[in-house]
Nanobody, 116 residues
Framework: QVQLVESGGGSVQAGGSLRLSCVAS????????MGWYRQTPGNQREFVAS????????ADSVQGRFTISRDGARNRNTIYLQMNDLNPEDTAIYYC?????????WGKGIQVTVSS
């Protein structure tokens, strides 16, 4: 089992910034993919960003505004999502994701609200 704990969400006005964090613990392997997804009511969960071995991928909608990074002394099991120039369309519940092969785990999610 892998546990994921997100933090850093909240409310901000359009144009503002927030930084999300996610810490993975448990049976974590050193080789994995970690990332962020988001979901709004009535919609499917959508990809936001991911990081694996230094390779970073972003959804088109956040490219240039969001930055994913990874930290951690040994297993690098903490990821961040720096979100700049936020707009109301970024309002969602953001979920941390951890993947290794066929294994996949999700955090409980954290609310991000951007007001105009």
């Amino acid at each position: 089992q892998v546990q994921l704990v997100e933090s850093g969400g909240g409310s901000v006005q359009a144009g503002g910034s927030l930084r999300l964090s996610c810490v993975a613990s448990g049976r974590v392997t050193s080789v994995n993919v970690m990332g962020w997804y988001r979901q709004t009511p009535g919609n499917q969960r959508e990809f936001v960003a991911s990081e694996a071995r230094g390779n970073r991928n972003y959804a088109d909608s956040v490219q240039g505004r969001f930055t994913i990074s990874r930290d951690g002394a040994r297993n690098r099991n903490t990821i961040y999502l720096q979100m700049n120039d936020l707009n109301p369309e970024d309002t969602a519940i953001y979920y941390c994701n951890w993947r290794y092969g066929d294994l996949q785990y999700w955090g409980k999610g954290i609310q991000v609200t951007v007001s105009s």
